[in-house]
């Protein structure tokens, strides 16, 4: 069984940066298949991105460009680097690996 932690998520300007992490334990075969998803309110959860093996990371066409996902193998915790920030990319941010879902951190883009 997964469990995934993510923090880092706050309040930020408009053109700013913000790191998500997610920390993951349990049964990890590797990071392949790990993404983030967010969720605007009244609105549907979406894809943001995935990393699909250790050369490809997959991004939606809203966030790329402007977000990165990285990993740090030894202490299995995946980030979401975001930068140019926009009020639109305000959302809770879930963590997603096999079946198993993060609590979620929000981020709000605002001025």
């Known amino acids: 069984q997964v469990q995934l932690v993510e923090s880092g998520g706050g309040l930020v300007q408009p053109g700013g940066s913000l790191r998500l992490s997610c920390a993951a334990s349990g049964i990890i075969f590797s990071f392949n298949g790990m993404a983030w998803f967010r969720q605007a309110p009244g609105k549907a959860r979406e894809w943001v991105a995935q990393i699909v093996s250790s050369t490809t990371t997959n991004y939606a066409d809203s966030v790329k460009g402007r977000f990165t996902m990285s990993r740090e193998n030894a202490k299995y915790t995946v980030y979401l680097h975001m930068s140019s920030l926009k009020p639109e990319d305000t959302a809770v941010y879930y963590c997603?690996?096999?079946?198993?879902w993060g609590q979620g951190t929000q981020v709000t883009v605002s001025s």
């Open positions: 997603y690996y096999r079946d198993a």
